[in-house]
Every structure is written in C-alpha cells, then in structure tokens.
C-alpha cells in the first residue's frame, strides 16, 4: 500500500454501521467530506458529528437500493459487526467504483491510519491492520516527544525562502536547512517566534 493525503472536500464517503467504529470513522472524515450514515440505530455521539444519517435495515434491503444509497461515493466504509453484511456492501460498493475500507481491515483497498495533525503537516501513521493499538501508540510516542514540529515547520519555510535569495548553490542551502533542524540549540530557539529564530540561524549558519 502506497500512502497518499487526498483533498476530500466534496466528496461522498458512505459509512455501514452506526456504533462506536462507525462514530470514530464519521468524526475522521466529516470536518472535510459529505459524511452519510446507514444504520439501524447511532451511537450517541453521532449529535455531535456533522454527518447525514438513514436509519435503515441494510439486511433487509434489496441490491438496487443500496447502489442507489452507495452511489456517487468516493469511499463507502463497512462497520457493522456482521461479517457476511460487510461483504456484501463490500461488494456493491465496488460495483460503483467506490474506494472500499473494511472495519475489520479483511477487504478493501483504502486503511485509516493514525494521524498526528498540527497547523503545517500531517503525520498517518499504520501497521497494515497488524497492529491498530501500535499505531496509536507511534501516535502518543510522536505527540510526546516531537517537540514543537509546527514551530519548525514554520523556522524552516521563512528561513529557506531567505536563504533563495542569500545563497546562490541548492546544496549548501539544503546543508544550512538540515543543520537548524539537527541543532537542538534552533529546537529551544523556537518559543522566541519565527522571525527570532530565523535571525540567529542565519547568524550561526552564513
Ligand atoms: C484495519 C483497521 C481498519 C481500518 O482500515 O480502518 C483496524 C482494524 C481493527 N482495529 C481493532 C481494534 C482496535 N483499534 C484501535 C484503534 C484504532 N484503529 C485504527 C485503524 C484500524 N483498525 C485499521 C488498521 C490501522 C493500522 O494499519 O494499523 C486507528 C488507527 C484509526 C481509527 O480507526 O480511528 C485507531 C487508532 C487511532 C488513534 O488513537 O490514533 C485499538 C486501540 C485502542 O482502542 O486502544 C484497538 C484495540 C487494540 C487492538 O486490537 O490493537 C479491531 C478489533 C480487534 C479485535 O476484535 O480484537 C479491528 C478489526 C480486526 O482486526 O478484526
Ligand atoms: N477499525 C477499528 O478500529 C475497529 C473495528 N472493529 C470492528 O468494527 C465492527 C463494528 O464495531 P462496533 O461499532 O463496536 O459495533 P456495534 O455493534 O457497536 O455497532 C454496529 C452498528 O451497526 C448497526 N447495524 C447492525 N446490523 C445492521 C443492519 N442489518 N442494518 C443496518 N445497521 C445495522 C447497529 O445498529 C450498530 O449501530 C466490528 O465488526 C468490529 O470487529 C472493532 C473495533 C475497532
């Protein structure tokens, strides 16, 4: 599997099952995508989850009207406890050319990872299904101990567009940037703002 970040604003994910999974799953994509809900009963938390619910039984549900519930999806997510529904939904919503996520992480082509989010960069993190709790765990470890990433995010985007117009060679550019991010000096720089930081990494390095 190849990791990819996709702009989903728009776009129609489809989510099978209303309990606690489905909710976790909802609230990962509807601060972005047009969320819809199929189940029988939603978790409380789906008040606070800007999703489109239908209450429906998909067992007792003919093929044609879930295509036409499925269809125009990007990403349809099967998150029902029963393995056999999961398929099935599976495998309409291939016939629909839709992107498919199993709960279970048995079909499907799409995982959701664990993401580490600041204001500048994103961080997805998986174990191919192998082991969920570890990626939770690379996330804690990650939000621990990363130290102030927006911070140098930030330092490294003003300082590289300085040093375009102070050095004229990419390599000693690239040397200066990865020096700042290797000084712990320029880490305890960063509560000073970006502009301060900036000025003492280009004292220091030109
Ligand atoms: C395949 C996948 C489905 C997919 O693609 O969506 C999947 C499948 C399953 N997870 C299960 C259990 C747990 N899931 C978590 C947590 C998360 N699970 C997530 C993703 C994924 N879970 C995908 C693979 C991700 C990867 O590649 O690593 C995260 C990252 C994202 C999210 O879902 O929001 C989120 C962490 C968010 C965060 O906190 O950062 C914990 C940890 C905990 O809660 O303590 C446990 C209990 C401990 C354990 O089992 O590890 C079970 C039931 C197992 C059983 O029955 O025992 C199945 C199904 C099965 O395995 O059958
Ligand atoms: N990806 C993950 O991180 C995890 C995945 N899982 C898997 O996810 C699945 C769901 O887990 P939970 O949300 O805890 O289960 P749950 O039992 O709380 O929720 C299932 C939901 O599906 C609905 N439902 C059941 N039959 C239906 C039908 N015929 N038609 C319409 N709706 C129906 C129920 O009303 C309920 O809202 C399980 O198969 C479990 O193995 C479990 C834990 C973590």
Known sequence: MIPLMMDLRG???VIAGGGAVGARKARFFA???H???LSRSFHPDFAEIPAETVECDLAEMHDDEIISLLSGSFLVITALERADINQRIGLLARRCGAHLNDARGEEGDVIIPSVVRGDTYCIGI???GRSPAMARHLRLCIEEHGG???GMVRLQEALREDLKQLVNDQPSRSRILNAVLDNPAMW???PDGTEQAKEEALRKYL
């Open 11 to 13: 776009a129609k994910v």
């Open 31 to 33: 601060h972005e995508a």
């Open 35 to 37: 969320v819809v809900v």
């Open 126 to 128: 998986s174990t191919f």
């Open 148 to 150: 102030d990433i927006d």
């Open 188 to 190: 305890d720089a960063l």
